[in-house]
């Protein structure tokens, strides 16, 4: 083979050679736009579906937050389908399996430095609840649960003030309690509400209260008035009885690796949707939580509405169960005792 010839044979290969590592060099890139353009999966899990008061907000927010990152992210929100139980949501957010969910009525159970904001008759009023959590105490008990479970907080809300529904008889009075059969969340303070009231207290996720109710295992449980009709507890209920004997707040919480693997813009967007989300479920629980919006939401359904005699509940309350909780919370008690919003 001539000079000529070779020179040219080297050239080509060397052309054939710049191409491939030019064609690698556009395919990684193209892969890299792709692979940029996926957009991140968030899950939000939560025990119960539309419409629950949470459940409707929450699946708005999983909804404006996919809509307002512009294809970044991809929220979807799974109420009561994919994690039946309160405490079983709170570990797949704790593993990452899934980026976010609530413990809903469970929150207390799940961390107890929420628990004295769940003595019965301490927090005074929504005005109170609503600053305390948005907050100076709202900040301390989210830093705690940040640096104790590796959980980000996004927000409060809550499921109002508990009232009792039954099915044999209302509940006006404390001693009406006695012998009664009261289901309770799994937090302590809850069955030491109930105990310490006169009933006697059954522990129980919520995903088997319906059943527990129709076998007769319980005479009935306690619920906000937002949820009573949502949840159909009129199919095992006759009637409901407004003694606003514990403030049930709650939260909703995101896995803190997930988080911090947000861009600030982003945990910004989901910062300002979970607020919404917040003020959307407050304004539906407070709203019905009087004696004249639920006489309208459960009557209709089979519902009689009572109104307790609730200073005598108070009373009570403030003899048998404050006190070992006061020495429990110290400082904390004080501080939300004497809140004034």
């Given at each position: ?6 020179r ?8 054939l ?37 949470a ?24 109420g ?53 959590l ?7 008990i ?11 907080v ?17 509940i ?20 030491d ?5 006169g009933g ?13 109710a ?9 619920l ?51 607020r ?6 407050r ?8 004696f ?10 089979g519902?009689?509405?009572?109104e ?16 070992a ?6 400082a904390?008690w ?8």
């Open positions: 083979m001539s000079a000529s010839a070779r040219l044979l080297l050239d080509r290969r060397t052309l050679r710049a191409g491939a590592g030019m064609a690698g060099i556009l395919a990684t890139g193209r892969a890299q736009a792709f692979a940029q353009a996926q957009p991140k999966k968030l899950v939000f899990a939560h025990i119960n579906a539309v419409p629950e008061s459940a409707v907000a929450f699946d708005w927010m999983a909804k404006e937050v996919t809509a307002q990152s512009k294809g970044a992210l991809e929220m979807q929100f799974f009561k389908t994919l994690i039946p139980q309160e405490l079983e949501v709170m570990n797949a957010v704790k593993s990452g399996s899934i980026a976010m969910g609530s413990p809903a009525g469970a929150a207390a159970t799940v961390f107890p430095e929420m628990g004295a904001l769940l003595v019965p008759y301490l927090v005074k009023d929504y005005a109170a609840a609503y600053a305390m948005n907050g100076r105490i709202g900040e301390r989210s830093k705690q649960i940040e640096d104790n479970y590796k959980l980000k996004m927000c409060y809300f809550d499921y109002g003030f508990r009232h009792f529904w039954t099915s044999k008889k209302p006006v009075e404390p001693k009406d309690l006695r012998g009664m059969k009261i289901r309770v969340q799994q937090a302590k303070i809850f069955g509400t109930i105990n310490g009231l006697s207290a059954v522990p129980m996720a919520f995903g088997e209260v319906i059943t527990a129709k076998q007769g295992v319980i005479d009935g449980g306690d906000p008035i937002v949820n009573m009709k949502a949840l159909k507890i009129y199919d095992v209920s006759k009637y409901a009885s407004l003694t606003y004997h514990n403030y049930g707040p709650t939260n909703a919480v995101m896995n803190l690796d997930i988080w911090n693997g947000l861009s600030p813009e982003q945990q910004k967007l989901m910062m300002d949707l979970a919404a989300a917040q003020q959307k479920i304004e539906a629980t407070e709203s019905v939580d009087n004249a919006r639920a006489k309208s939401e459960l009557e209709p359904v519902m009689t509405v009572v307790a005699k609730v200073d005598e509940f108070r009373k009570v309350a403030q003899q048998k169960i404050w006190p909780y006061k020495a429990q919370y110290g904390l004080d501080e939300i005792e004497g809140f004034k919003a």
